[in-house]
């Protein structure tokens, strides 16, 4: 019995589409967390919105770069 190849469940096609959408959204969650930082002042902070936001920024940059390697051709 032949083992099956492995495949990957997004096709190849997207990998520059993907790359470029998740690496823009967290580069906007970042900018957001950001300004955020910059305009509030330290007793109207939330920790729960600071953690939210990065949180979210740091898992678009993190796939956003997974599939920028893939679209490269850096098959990790």
């Known amino acids: 019995m032949a083992a099956k190849a492995i495949s990957s469940p997004v096709p190849v096609d997207w990998y520059p589409?993907?790359?470029v959408v998740m690496v823009a959204v967290g580069l906007m969650f970042s900018a957001s967390f950001f300004i955020y930082e910059a305009t509030s002042s330290r007793l109207s902070r939330s920790l729960a919105k600071e953690?939210?936001?990065?949180a979210i920024?740091?898992?678009f940059l993190g796939f956003g770069s997974l599939f920028v390697l893939l679209a490269s051709g850096v098959y990790v």
Do not use: F, P
Not at 51 to 54: E, L
């Open 51 to 54: 953690i939210a936001t990065a």
């Open 57 to 59: 920024a740091s898992v």
């Open 17 to 19: 589409t993907l790359a």
